[in-house]
């Protein structure tokens, strides 16, 4: 089998090393040898690490007879999309790691792969085999809820900050200075990397459709060391967290960071690692857990998906022969959760009083209450409230009331709480 | 597709069960209507709550030509061999949980399922996928090491010994009440289970014959208070770890009880959950985790097997096409890892540096000592010993060496500390 590779980056040479060095143990698992013959990149004048024939001209590459399958791992949204929709209408078979042409195009390309197939395990937490485990490990269950810890960067600096003590901006730091974070770091740690690997899982766990721009995405910029603190008092471990539900044909999607239970096994997720929990009718939970990016760990997801497709192994793209369910979006304000609030307000009398009221008038009861004594000359002191189990729209608008009533200094910042 | 069931216990009545309830959702997913429409018993007066005719004449079950797939769930080793190997000879394909079966006969099963499916990813680790992460989401990857805690009964006493300072009788008891564990505990708390696991993954992983009673297995039977207690002063957590390692083409495997780091995803998987920890050139530790047993999990992967027996799939039944490695197992004298030493001595004169003389003359060097104040009017004491990396021969030496002096009380007890 033929391969050619689409972008020869971190991952492209990761592909053409692991295909050559486990060559042996490959034909040996898929009963044919699998070469990578022919890479295109940009730009040909850059040095490259890797053993293959290499070519800056994409028509030429799309039109070879001899090529039996494609990776491709050029990155973009609009343009793979269109190299990957010639590719399938050719019916070869395609791999990809690009998940935000995934969570864009994924129903398109679904319908032009219905007789070709089609990997995308590097898609979502790098070489963790979730979305074999979704389609297939699991296939005898009805999916009831994915969480996932799905952002690597985010997860890195959450993890220093409350194991060192150190603030987001020296976390985030720390994490470019390493390489796991980018100089522009908004796609991973605000959320929107999470939100195109939860839209593909819950594509497969529900048959949901939607863009990201649909779903609840907060990033994790504005948690201070005082979440921190109150994490650490009340037994919890602050994520960001992936999470979709099913409930009535209804899809909850939603990435935000949370307070987990320490005791929770994904509570033990640490540093760049992912981890995917995930509820079925029968199995219940099962859990996940591996390096979730790095040019070896997503190439060891591509070249699983092209054994697959040498072996002949044929699944429908996203799970399903026949569309089953008719499920909607959860609207986001009829999400319910836990919650966690910190008001910092003036320190005077009638203060907690007034906000219990707000809460109480506005459907909020609250869990737990937490005051740390005022220090000496400090006009302002920092409230903490956990609630029961409430409605998105009910706590947003306790947050706008409190926000603009005078002793509230700043606006009240909120962690959801997952149990 | 029409099921025959042989053997409708609970595994059994579960398989029934999910394939009639989540009959839409399967038929989506593999594309054909899986019908479960025989079931063989033994006892036919047997009250049994399930939807399915019964017979108990196997013979004609075994000849209908309307059966395309059997699920073996009958138990027991050399007489399901027997109908599994008629049923493969009729080139029909087989879904089974008998890790017995398979840790006896698998290689003899692959030669006979040559052109045939044979799904038996509900013998290790109940529905976890984890043989087909194995066979094919982690198939890019040369396997380096398994670690897996495979047993649900040993892992749910050993967390109540840990968590609630109980002693292993009360534990079992509790076990056993709660219907986790047998009235005959022997084949789960001894460890056979596990080495029966361990043999199947192992046999996937590396291709490795052997039979249960080649490897080393050790229970849980004798780890007694202060070896808990030991465990928490340092950090450690006991587990019945069953381990696999290869190097130089030749593997270790083992099963026993095993000090691991608190610290440790797999030091947090308690009571009756299983999980396994996967090691690949590629894509390096990846952890799989979830239930081990129960009727409805195990029944998630019999089924799962049977939707990708109906999509056609085939995958060589143990992962090669060709027989690649020519691999041979380890003797158990050569192993070598750290290792927990618990001996009671007289307390007197002499006695710390006559044991750490024998230590240091048979290659054995002290990693860390431990001595608690004698109790009054107590004439014995406990020495806790941990020590580097060593050989398996080594220390065996030892301990027998050091069970021969006049004082010490007891054989000294060894747990093995897995890093």
Chains 1, 2 share one sequence.
Not at 70 to 85: N, Q
Not at 196 to 223: N, Q, T
Not at 396 to 414: S, W
Request: hydrophobic fraction near 40%; proline fraction near 3%; charged fraction near 25%.
């Amino acid at each position: 089998m033929n391969v050619a590779i689409l972008g020869v980056g971190t991952v492209g040479s990761s592909v053409v090393k692991i295909l050559k060095k486990n060559k042996e143990l490959i034909k040996a698992r898929s009963g044919v040898e699998i070469n990578p013959v022919i890479g295109f990149v940009r730009d040909l004048s850059k040095k490259r690490d890797v053993d293959i024939e290499l070519s800056d001209d994409i028509n030429s590459i799309l039109k070879r007879d001899d090529i039996d399958a494609y990776v491709e791992l050029m990155g973009g949204v609009d343009r793979p999309y269109k190299i990957v929709s010639e590719i399938l209408k050719q019916e070869k078979p395609v791999v990809t790691a690009n998940k935000a042409m995934l969570a864009y195009h994924r129903y398109a390309l679904q319908n032009l792969a219905k007789n070709t197939p089609f990997g995308f395990e590097a898609s979502v937490a790098g070489g963790i085999p979730i979305i074999k485990a979704l389609k297939e490990g699991l296939s005898a269950n009805k999916i009831e809820k994915i969480v996932g810890i799905l952002n690597g960067t985010s997860n890195y600096i959450l993890t220093n900050m409350m194991q060192n003590g150190v603030n987001f901006d020296e976390a985030l730091t720390k994490a470019q200075n390493l390489g796991y974070a980018e100089s522009d770091p908004s796609f991973d740690v605000d959320g929107f990397d999470a939100a195109h690997k939860l839209l593909i899982l819950s594509s497969i766990a529900y048959s949901v459709h939607g863009d990201p721009e649909d779903i609840l995405v907060k990033g994790i910029r504005k948690i201070s060391s005082e979440d921190i603190f109150f994490a650490n008092e009340f037994e919890y471990v602050i994520k960001l967290l992936a999470i979709s539900k099913i409930e009535d044909k209804k899809v909850e999607l939603r990435v935000h960071p949370a307070f987990i239970n320490k005791d929770n096994i994904l509570a033990k997720v640490d540093g760049v690692m992912n981890a995917v929990s995930v509820y079925g009718d029968a199995l219940k939970h099962s859990m996940y857990y591996g390096p979730g990016a790095g040019g070896d760990a997503t190439a060891s997801a591509v070249v699983a998906d092209l054994i697959d497709i040498a072996k002949g192994n044929k699944s429908p793209m996203l799970g399903y022969n026949t569309t089953l369910q008719n499920v909607k979006l959860l609207s986001q304000n009829d999400i319910k959760t836990k919650y966690y609030l910190r008001v910092r307000v003036e320190d005077k009398k009638g203060v907690l009083a007034t906000i219990a009221n707000v809460m109480s008038e506005n459907r909020i009861s609250i869990d737990s209450f937490l005051q740390k004594p005022r220090l000496k000359d400090e006009k302002y002191t920092t409230l903490f409230f956990t609630t029961h189990t409430s409605l998105e729209a009910d706590i947003k608008k306790v947050i706008e009331i409190l926000e603009n009533m005078k002793f509230v200094l700043n606006r009240p910042f909120m962690i959801r709480i997952e149990s």
